[in-house]
């Protein structure tokens, strides 16, 4: 199973029914764009009623990210 994700992708925890929004995707570390090594992470926009606002914003690594849709505990809506 692959996972390509975007700006605007959409993920749906199932344990909690939460959902949110791809924001941003930057480096983390020094290395080059297309170095192995190279840390990748999101930030991810939490939305509901139940969110509190200084948890709404949160950064995951790509590499979480990608593993937790391919274990299906989150569910990813490619943005069209």
């Known amino acids: 199973m692959s996972v ?3 700006v605007g992708d959409i993920v749906v925890d199932l344990i909690t ?4 929004v791809l924001v941003t995707r930057y ?8 170095d192995p090594l190279a840390l990748w992470v999101w ?5 509901g009623k139940d969110i ?4 709404r914003i ?7 990210l990608v593993n937790i ?3 299906r505990t ?7």
């Open 27 to 34: 480096l983390l570390t020094n290395r080059g764009l297309n």
């Open 52 to 55: 509190k606002e200084e948890s």
């Open 43 to 47: 930030d991810v926009y939490w939305v």
């Open 17 to 20: 029914g939460m959902a949110a």
């Open 69 to 71: 849709i391919k274990t």
């Open 4 to 6: 390509e994700l975007n």
């Open 58 to 64: 949160q950064t995951w690594t790509e590499y979480g």
């Open 74 to 80: 989150f569910i990813h809506y490619k943005c069209i």
